[in-house]
């Protein structure tokens, strides 16, 4: 999504650790782009981009996928959950609810920066809160992800652990 504020970050999160990527924008992403992948990371945008939620992205189906901010966001109305207008900015505290192959602390510090959240939960499992709002799920049958907090800030394991670990 933009560049250098949210790719940027996790491209050198994934470079750091040993490993490669293919950096692409939404609506340039291809089939081909999709079936060369073994996973996807949707990073955030701007507070007032709102053009990734007109799209359909009908590839979400195919690999596991980890959303950021506004890729959870896409996420989650893919699904037909419905988003609602909530600003949340800072660093804000994590509770975990459910174990989860990203992230092992019960508890966590996290900077968000969004506007928007989603307040139906079709098909995702709710993983994390922050203040009774949920903040990072899992679709209920899929190795799909979404955090609307940025982990390439303050929790970059849950980068790595997206990247390293076996579906």
Aim: charged share 30%; hydrophobic share 40%.
């Amino acid at each position: 999504m933009s560049e250098l504020e949210f790719v940027k970050p996790i491209e050198d999160i994934i470079k750091k650790n040993g490993f490669s990527c293919l950096i692409k924008n939404y609506k340039h992403v291809s089939k081909e782009d999709v079936r060369k992948s073994e996973k996807i990371i949707i990073s955030g945008t701007a507070l007032k981009d709102f053009d990734y939620l007109k799209k359909n992205f009908s590839w979400l189906d195919d690999k596991p996928v980890l959303g950021i901010c506004a890729g959870a966001q896409m996420i989650a109305k893919k699904f037909g959950n419905v988003l609602k207008d909530e600003e949340i900015i800072g660093k804000f505290k994590v509770k975990l609810t459910e174990e989860n192959k990203l992230i092992g602390k019960k508890e966590f510090e996290s900077y968000f920066l969004l506007s928007k959240i989603f307040i139906t939960r079709k098909d995702l499992k709710i993983l994390a809160f922050t203040n009774d709002i949920p903040v990072m799920f899992k679709h209920s049958n899929k190795e799909i992800y979404g955090c609307l907090f940025h982990p390439e800030v303050l929790n970059q394991e849950i980068i790595l652990n997206f990247i390293i670990s076996s579906y």
